[in-house]
């Protein structure tokens, strides 16, 4: 297991490290830049600007710096979003906000999600189940705005005026339309991969054991088949998670919500370089170490997996 941990975490960082070059390349060879935007710039105004935050060097000398500021801890600062101020700092103050609405959505995401692919897989070709799989893919198929739209137009504008339109000012019921919108499109898919999985192994000899002992239905599906369909579904959850728990970029921008994932947005018009390496990096850090939880959870689900280093 020790092993298998320290190569993982090679592994991240070797990754990191790619994303980090791969980023900074392609951000620096599209046209443009941060300071093309000023009104009335002069020639020798932008050269300073260029200057003074080390823009005016070679792309490679660029790379290496920061690198090596990276390490040090020095994510650089943003360069038109807030001025001058630290991007590890912005990053922290808007994080927290996208993550409540993350961890909300989450948990009802996973909970429906998984209620109504059992329910589907234990009345397979039922109504109930074929409403369900309906239900499931329309959730998947319509657009995270288009969802978020529809929302705002039918309970918060035109039709009944029950939640706010935009931000979160307004205590809990200012969560209820972000965090439906953000969980839906999850909720339906992690239905669906339950379902799939639920109903393989349903059909496993052990079912129909604990069937025939006289076994109450709630206790064969919670108890003895979920454990094993849950693996699929602990797969997709890890991406998953890191996408919810940085807010959603449609979410926040339809909903004026001030979280990452709208400064990231923001940050990529206005060409904020460094705050775009820095919310970059930040999203692939935590995909990869959701990535690696799900590793380590499938062995708490199953102790029978075996990891890649473990000796069987």
């Known amino acids: ?17 790619f994303v980090v070059c791969l980023t900074f390349i392609l951000m620096n060879t599209v046209p443009g830049g941060p300071f093309l935007q000023e009104k009335a710039i002069s020639a020798q ?4 600007l260029e200057a003074k935050y080390g823009l005016d060097k070679p792309l ?3 790379l290496k710096n920061y690198i090596v500021g990276i390490l040090q801890g020095d994510f650089g600062v943003s360069l038109k979003m807030q001025k001058n101020r630290p991007v590890l700092t912005i990053i922290m103050e808007m994080f927290p906000v996208s993550a409540r609405i993350g961890v909300i959505a989450l948990v009802w995401a996973f909970v429906a999600g998984v209620s109504f ?22 959730g998947i198929a319509f657009p995270g705005f288009v969802i978020a739209t529809a929302l705002l137009v039918l309970f918060a504008g ?11 000012g307004r205590g809990a019921i200012a969560y209820v339309l972000p965090c439906f919108t953000l969980g839906l499109s999850p909720m339906c898919s992690i239905a ?26 709630p206790l064969i599906i919670f108890k003895f088949a979920l454990r094993n369909a849950l693996i699929p579904v602990v797969t997709y959850m890890g991406p998953m998670i890191a996408a919810i728990l940085t807010g959603g970029f449609v979410v926040e921008t339809v909903f004026n919500i001030p979280g990452l994932g709208r400064y990231f947005i923001q940050s990529i018009s206005n060409r904020d370089y460094p705050l775009i390496m820095g919310t970059t990096i930040f999203f692939a850090a935590l995909v990869i170490i959701m990535s690696f939880a799900v590793d380590i959870l499938y062995k708490v689900i199953d102790p029978r997996i075996q990891l890649s280093n473990e000796v069987e």
């Not at 297991?1 to 490290?17: D, E, F, G, P, W």
């Open 158 to 168: 035109g039709v009944w005026h029950i939640f706010p339109t935009t931000g979160l």
């Open 45 to 48: 105004t932008m050269a300073a």
């Open 1 to 17: 297991m020790v092993s298998y941990i320290i190569k993982r975490v090679l592994l991240a960082l070797l990754t990191l490290l």
């Open 60 to 62: 490679p000398v660029q």
């Open 192 to 217: 669906r991969y339950t379902r799939s999985s639920m109903l393989d192994v349903l059909n496993k000899e052990y079912i129909k054991t604990a069937k025939a002992y006289g076994h109450s239905t």
């Open 117 to 138: 692919g059992c329910l589907a897989a234990y009345n397979r070709g039922k109504w109930l189940d074929n409403l369900l799989q309906v239900i499931t893919t329309l």
